[in-house]
């Protein structure tokens, strides 16, 4: 499972991983949202709301439970939303707490000091703050000289992070830290039957070098990036700086507000499907690549159907577990974080010149396909 002889444009040296102490299962989850049903049902009987299961919530994403940083406020029907507590500005914010711990283990796999790292990209779909930038407190808390930004493309931010970060190297950087905290339980709306149980909280770091760096334990060269969006409300957060400003009355009671997590589950379906498979169809195709010749898809963890039949599109066949890993059983969906979780939990097994393709896609539209070969 060779690729074509072509020079890599960077290299992929280490990643890392931050999972939270605390999970949440599809049945407690469950228990909490049936109880709030029940509480709302009997104060608002011309508007009930239908209870939901922990078989529906599988057979509907394929998620069994989730990672989260506050279990308890989350199921609590009084409140349903985590409990995180605001930090003095001279306390490291919770945001970058983990995307430290992600980015700590990943320098430790590549046995790299701050000295050694010459940018950090924060890529998420949330910041904390708008600022400072979160990157730059990061960057601070690591010791890291250099320079840092945040960017954010909704679930896509990993792909399009590692494509800026190949960018950079070609600026003068030596290599470049991309971090990916999401606390995605912070903005969705545990009352909205539909969507409540998507989201779990996570941190993933990638430390990505240039292609003769001697670094890494088990490093993947990167031969092409390739991004794409295309313009859709159909997964939609209008939370923003700019509510104060308009007045807006934001009722977090409300299941239907808009200032949480949005989507039209069907309707994203069946239009980025096709969309993301035909976009990582045609870079295999522009490299040289049969879809026959790769080891492994590490896809964003969205929804298991959507990425069996993603896979399936670019394979012209189902794919095994092994070639198309699946976290978000466990993880839940991840937003950014997600197809990086896959790369970190499943890039065993390769061997030099193996050849595997890492996705990121969400909001906006947004995509990325990254192609990367076992050194």
Not at 28 to 41: D, G, H
Not at 310 to 337: F, H, M, Q, W
């Amino acid at each position: 499972m060779t690729a074509p002889a072509r020079t890599p444009v960077a290299r992929i040296l280490s990643t890392g991983l931050f999972t939270p102490e605390q999970s949440v299962s599809n049945e407690e989850l469950v228990e909490s949202y049936n109880a709030w049903v029940e509480k709302w049902n009997a104060a608002h009987p011309d508007d009930p709301k239908e209870p939901s299961s922990a078989p529906f919530i599988e057979k509907a994403s394929g998620i069994k439970s989730r990672y989260v940083l506050d279990k308890e406020g989350m199921l609590d029907i009084d409140r349903m939303r985590p409990r995180l507590p605001q930090r003095e500005n001279d306390e490291l914010s919770i945001m970058a707490e983990i995307a430290v711990a992600a980015a700590r283990e990943a320098m430790a796999a590549a046995e790299l000091g701050p000295e050694d790292i010459d940018a950090v990209l924060c890529a998420a779909s949330n910041m904390q703050r708008q600022y400072p930038a979160m990157a730059v407190e990061i960057q601070e808390a690591l010791g890291i000289g250099g320079y840092a930004f945040d960017m954010n493309v909704a679930c896509a931010s990993a792909a399009f992070g590692i494509q800026t970060a190949v960018g950079l190297l070609s600026t003068g950087a030596r290599r470049v830290l991309m971090v990916n905290p999401e606390i995605c339980t912070a903005h969705i709306n545990f009352r909205d039957r539909d969507g409540h149980f998507i989201f779990g909280d996570v941190a993933t770091a990638v430390i990505v070098g240039h292609a003769d760096d001697p670094h890494g334990q088990q490093p993947f060269d990167i031969l092409d990036t390739r991004l794409k969006t295309q313009f859709s409300s159909n997964i939609r957060n209008n939370f923003g700086f700019l509510d104060p400003a308009t007045d807006s009355v934001i009722d977090w009671d409300d299941p239907n507000t808009d200032k949480l997590f949005k989507q039209r589950g069907r309707a994203v379906f069946k239009e980025v499907v096709p969309m993301v498979a035909a976009m990582i169809a045609e870079h295999l195709e522009d490299n040289d690549i049969a879809p026959s010749s790769l080891k492994r898809m590490w896809l964003h963890q969205a929804n298991l159907s959507m990425n069996e039949l993603i896979a399936k599109r670019v394979l012209g066949r189902e794919a095994t577990r092994e070639e198309a890993p699946v976290v978000l059983d466990e993880y839940a969906n991840t937003s950014s974080a997600g197809s990086i979780i896959a790369f970190h939990k499943h890039k065993d097994g390769f061997e030099h010149g193996d050849i595997g393709v890492v996705s990121g896609f969400g909001a906006g539209y947004s995509a990325g396909s990254i192609i990367v070969r076992a050194v």
